[in-house]
């Protein structure tokens, strides 16, 4: 038996069904195909083979993100999703990063586009339906509600692209047009989509009579015939009333046939009929009189064959899904994308978020990295939280930034909100290969470089970045980071085994367009080897990644800036008023430890801490001048920075004022 749809108009035909003979065998053979389709989806999913694992720097990249805690950046996206598809995806930190400077850039500009909108998108009535697409590809027999849910997914997103086409035809197309490129060259199966429609009822979750033309006839037939069939049960039920067989008429259904009821002491009225049931008392009878015999026997025939034909259309319309499937779950991927990006801009708006830039040379030609109050996106959630009854800026406001379009937005806090995070500052200069930050103990020195790399992943994915400024920072193919303690007693490694087999491994991994992160190098063994450990591999890192930021103790790794200016040092600034760091990070200094100050403040015997003083000062006397003279140096240099740079800003403000008198 064939079975095909026609395109117009939808209406499915096939050889003429003798379902008063055939019924049987065709059921028994539809079976038979559910079956061998079954075994064949089994045989396959047991065959499959399992993933090779991952590469060393896969495998890298997945410890960083866990270290850098990303999964819960990803979670803070998630509740701006709208689909279940977009939150399953940010809920399982496998939001999509650029892997290119492009990619990362479309990326943005689709986060940008998203915030462009005059209106929110639609994407109510789009579900994950790849299950179910799944399931067709293998043959399974899809319900009506599986069928209905990717009709209703299919519509949602065409009207998601003609949505995005009315947006783009008015003034903002070109800022719209990021999102409108996404959907663009997608199949929507409008064919598909109108030919279960056809077929289908939704709302009843009933196979249309005019599915098919022997449908229809089944129907008409199975409906007189059950007319028939009433007509003759009502006379024979008025009659055994009248005898008082009954006390009032009583057609029902027992075992799938039509009957009446009948006393039991009045069964033998019914000459011939069947006793289908009996009433739990045992006073009543349902009985098929013998003149229904026939009648209920072609109700089952035509009851079969009707649930024979839906199953044929269902399946008919199965196996159209599944030649599809390839198109649809590049729909879905694609609508997946563009909830994401619609995402993206609405955590942009609730981090009042700005655009970064990112490139391999910065704009203005003296920075590498250019970012400027810069927030901790989980460090700064707890105080958003609180703000959630205070009107947010409007981050509407767009500049034309490097071909695209860039948020501007400022970061003020308002005044109703206190304990917000400290902001940082990152300035780190063209041709810097490492930048070693040194400091106190609990001065801020690891969250800073986590903050560093946290942004520099936001960026890859297309996130705004909480910053005042715009920021300015290059694209990293791998953010490599060795922060916590390795130590494992199973595999027998030190704390200090540990960091080195992971800084091995970063080394191994590591391009020229990575950025490496390590807390603490070369702790956890005696001083003087592990200053000389760290700064070799210091040496080694400047020629081998984009840039390797650092944090330490020991300070001679300071005076690698001495010997070559690929290195760069920075410092978490200690007030020794009140013993207290202020996290603010100075870039170009080297930092000191203050670990005997700290201690003083936090209670020690002042004998203790003038014993260890004088033990410093007979130990390193030379390196307590160096030190004193390199900070001085660095402040110095610092200040002739600032210096420069503010004759530079007053010579530029000079040019732009005497241009705007000559306009």
């Not at 922060?483 to 027998?492: A, N, T, Y």
Request: glycine letters at 6%.
């Amino acid at each position: 038996m064939e079975l095909t749809l026609s395109v117009d108009p939808f209406v499915i035909t096939k050889t003429p069904l003798h379902y008063h003979r055939n019924h049987c065998c065709l059921l028994r053979r539809f079976h038979h195909r559910q079956f061998r389709r079954s075994h064949l989806s089994c045989r396959l999913s047991l065959s499959s083979n399992p993933s090779e694992p991952a590469t060393l720097a896969e495998e890298l990249q997945s410890e960083t993100l866990k270290t850098l805690e990303w999964n819960r950046v990803c979670n803070q996206l998630s509740s701006f999703t709208s689909t279940s598809m977009g939150r399953s995806e940010a809920q399982s930190g496998s939001i999509p990063m650029g892997r290119s400077l492009e990619e990362s850039q479309t990326l943005l500009a689709q986060t940008t586009a998203a915030l462009s909108l005059p209106r929110p998108l639609d994407l109510s009535g789009i579900v994950d339906v790849s299950d179910i697409v799944e399931l067709s590809r293998f043959g399974q027999l899809l319900t009506i509600g599986e069928l209905c849910s990717v009709k209703r997914t299919l519509r949602s997103a065409r009207r998601l692209m003609e949505q995005l086409e009315e947006f783009c035809s008015s003034d903002c197309s070109q800022r719209i047009s990021p999102l409108l490129e996404i959907l663009q060259n997608c199949n929507f199966l409008v064919e598909l989509e109108q030919k279960i429609e056809f077929c289908v009822d939704c709302s009843l979750s009933v196979v249309l009579d005019r599915a098919s033309d022997d449908l229809k006839i089944i129907r008409s037939e199975r409906k007189d015939n059950m007319d028939a069939l009433e007509s003759l049960l009502r006379s024979i039920s008025d009659q055994v009333f009248r005898a008082g067989g009954i006390d009032k008429p009583l057609i029902t259904n027992r075992r799938s046939r039509m009957c009446v009821g009948i006393k039991a002491s009045h069964r033998s009225f019914l000459r011939g009929g069947v006793v289908l049931n009996v009433s739990s008392s045992g006073t009543t009878y349902f009985m098929e009189p013998k003149e229904a015999v026939y009648l209920n026997n072609m109700e089952v025939r035509l009851a079969n064959a009707e649930k024979d034909e839906e199953h044929a259309i269902l399946s008919l319309l199965t196996s159209e899904l599944g030649k599809s499937a390839a198109d649809i779950n590049d729909l879905l991927d694609r609508i997946k994308e563009v909830d994401l990006a619609v995402a993206r801009a609405g955590y942009a708006k609730w981090l009042n978020g700005v655009c970064p830039t990112l490139n391999s040379v910065a704009s203005n030609g003296t920075l590498l990295v250019d970012i400027e109050g810069i927030h901790h996106p989980l460090l700064l959630e707890p105080c958003l939280s609180r703000l959630k009854d205070v009107q947010r800026p409007n981050c509407g406001n767009s500049q034309q930034l490097d071909e695209r379009v860039a948020i501007n937005c400022s970061r003020e806090p308002p005044d109703e909100v206190s304990n917000f995070p400290v902001p940082i500052d990152i300035k780190i200069r063209q041709g810097t290969s490492v930048v070693i930050i040194s400091g106190p103990n609990a001065g801020g020195k690891t969250a800073s470089m986590k903050t560093f790399g946290l942004v520099s992943l936001m960026s890859k994915a297309g996130l705004y970045l909480p910053a005042k400024r715009i920021p300015v920072l290059p694209w990293f193919d791998l953010v490599l980071a060795d922060i916590g303690d390795h130590q494992s007693l199973e595999r027998s490694l030190s704390t200090f085994s540990g960091h080195i087999l992971r800084i091995v491994k970063i080394l191994e991994a590591a391009s020229k367009n990575s950025l490496v992160l390590i807390d603490e190098i070369g702790s956890g063994t005696d001083p003087s080897e592990g200053a000389a450990l760290s700064a070799s591999i210091l040496q080694y890192l400047k020629d081998r990644v984009n840039l390797a930021v650092v944090t330490t103790h020991y300070a001679d790794l300071s005076r690698l800036k001495e010997i070559n200016d690929q290195f760069e040092n920075a410092a978490m600034e200690f007030s020794l008023d009140t013993l207290q760091p202020t996290y603010q990070v100075l870039w170009g200094c080297a930092g000191d430890s203050n670990a005997l100050r700290i201690a003083r403040r936090i209670g020690f015997d002042n004998k203790i801490i003038d014993r260890a003083e004088s033990w410093l000062k007979r130990l390193m006397p030379e390196k307590q001048g160096q030190r004193k003279g390199m900070l001085y140096r660095s402040l110095s240099e610092e200040r002739d920075k600032m210096e420069n740079r503010a004759r530079g800003a007053a010579s530029l403000r000079s040019d732009v004022m005497d241009l705007y008198h000559e306009v």
